[in-house]
Protein backbone atom coordinates (compact mmCIF):
# COMPACT_ATOMS: atom_id res chain seq x y z
CA UNK A 1 0.00 0.00 0.00
CA UNK A 2 1.39 3.10 -1.03
CA UNK A 3 1.26 6.36 1.35
CA UNK A 4 2.25 9.58 1.54
CA UNK A 5 2.52 11.26 4.27
CA UNK A 6 3.20 15.11 4.70
CA UNK A 7 3.62 17.50 7.61
CA UNK A 8 4.75 20.70 8.76
CA UNK A 9 1.93 22.88 7.59
CA UNK A 10 0.81 25.68 9.79
CA UNK A 11 0.45 29.42 10.65
CA UNK A 12 3.47 31.66 9.74
CA UNK A 13 3.57 35.39 9.52
CA UNK A 14 4.24 36.85 6.33
CA UNK A 15 8.46 36.74 5.77
CA UNK A 16 8.13 33.77 8.02
CA UNK A 17 9.74 30.45 6.93
CA UNK A 18 8.43 26.84 7.10
CA UNK A 19 9.64 23.32 6.41
CA UNK A 20 7.14 20.85 4.91
CA UNK A 21 8.11 16.88 5.02
CA UNK A 22 6.66 13.82 2.51
CA UNK A 23 7.57 10.97 3.93
CA UNK A 24 6.77 7.57 1.02
CA UNK A 25 6.19 4.07 1.92
CA UNK A 26 5.07 1.52 -0.53
CA UNK A 27 6.87 3.27 -2.92
CA UNK A 28 10.74 2.25 -4.26
CA UNK A 29 11.06 5.66 -3.39
CA UNK A 30 14.55 7.10 -5.01
CA UNK A 31 13.33 5.95 -8.83
CA UNK A 32 10.58 8.01 -8.38
CA UNK A 33 10.32 11.66 -9.15
CA UNK A 34 9.11 13.72 -6.08
CA UNK A 35 6.78 16.86 -6.42
CA UNK A 36 5.08 19.51 -4.02
CA UNK A 37 1.61 20.96 -5.27
CA UNK A 38 -0.49 23.29 -3.74
CA UNK A 39 -3.70 24.35 -4.12
CA UNK A 40 -5.66 27.15 -3.01
CA UNK A 41 -9.36 27.92 -2.24
CA UNK A 42 -11.37 28.13 -5.65
CA UNK A 43 -7.49 28.03 -7.22
CA UNK A 44 -6.47 25.39 -9.57
CA UNK A 45 -4.01 23.05 -8.01
CA UNK A 46 -0.27 24.01 -9.64
CA UNK A 47 3.45 22.53 -9.17
CA UNK A 48 5.14 24.43 -7.10
CA UNK A 49 8.39 21.99 -7.31
CA UNK A 50 9.84 19.20 -8.64
CA UNK A 51 13.00 17.10 -7.98
CA UNK A 52 13.58 13.72 -10.51
CA UNK A 53 15.67 10.93 -9.09
CA UNK A 54 18.89 12.55 -10.01
CA UNK A 55 18.12 15.50 -8.57
CA UNK A 56 17.19 17.95 -10.91
CA UNK A 57 14.93 20.39 -9.73
CA UNK A 58 12.31 22.70 -11.22
CA UNK A 59 10.54 25.41 -9.59
CA UNK A 60 7.14 27.53 -10.36
CA UNK A 61 8.09 31.16 -11.18
CA UNK A 62 6.40 32.40 -8.32
CA UNK A 63 8.44 30.43 -5.54
CA UNK A 64 11.97 30.67 -7.62
CA UNK A 65 14.35 32.32 -4.96
CA UNK A 66 12.39 31.52 -1.70
CA UNK A 67 11.51 27.68 -1.73
CA UNK A 68 13.85 24.49 -2.50
CA UNK A 69 13.16 21.14 -2.56
CA UNK A 70 15.83 18.57 -1.64
CA UNK A 71 15.08 14.60 -0.83
CA UNK A 72 16.77 12.04 1.34
CA UNK A 73 16.49 9.05 -0.20
CA UNK A 74 17.74 6.73 2.60
CA UNK A 75 14.78 8.24 4.75
CA UNK A 76 12.44 8.40 1.91
CA UNK A 77 11.81 11.71 2.50
CA UNK A 78 11.21 14.72 0.42
CA UNK A 79 11.08 18.34 1.31
CA UNK A 80 10.16 21.78 0.89
CA UNK A 81 11.87 24.44 2.76
CA UNK A 82 10.03 27.38 2.83
CA UNK A 83 11.05 31.18 3.00
CA UNK A 84 10.13 34.39 2.78
CA UNK A 85 7.03 33.39 2.99
CA UNK A 86 3.97 35.89 1.68
CA UNK A 87 0.11 35.91 2.02
CA UNK A 88 -0.25 34.36 -1.42
CA UNK A 89 1.46 31.17 -0.63
CA UNK A 90 -1.49 30.04 1.58
CA UNK A 91 -2.55 26.92 0.35
CA UNK A 92 -2.65 23.47 0.78
CA UNK A 93 0.45 21.48 -0.04
CA UNK A 94 0.23 18.20 -1.56
CA UNK A 95 3.35 15.78 -2.41
CA UNK A 96 3.17 13.72 -5.39
CA UNK A 97 5.41 11.00 -6.52
CA UNK A 98 5.28 9.35 -10.30
CA UNK A 99 7.01 7.06 -11.67
CA UNK A 100 6.33 5.37 -15.10
CA UNK A 101 2.84 5.69 -15.93
CA UNK A 102 2.42 5.35 -11.75
CA UNK A 103 1.78 8.41 -9.80
CA UNK A 104 0.47 8.61 -5.98
CA UNK A 105 -0.55 11.70 -4.02
CA UNK A 106 -0.27 12.27 -0.14
CA UNK A 107 -3.73 14.33 1.74
CA UNK A 108 -1.85 17.48 2.07
CA UNK A 109 -0.62 20.22 4.74
CA UNK A 110 -2.12 23.71 5.19
CA UNK A 111 -0.07 26.27 5.01
CA UNK A 112 -1.57 29.44 6.20
CA UNK A 113 0.51 32.89 5.71
CA UNK A 114 -1.26 35.78 7.80
CA UNK A 115 -0.62 38.18 10.53
Known amino acids: QVQLVESGGGLVQPGGSLRLSCAAS????????MGWYRQAPGKQRELVAAITRGGGTNYADSVKGRFTISRDNAKNTVYLQMNSLKPEDTAVYLC?????????WGQGTQVTVSS
Open 96 to 104: KSWYGGYDY
Open 26 to 33: GIIFSINA
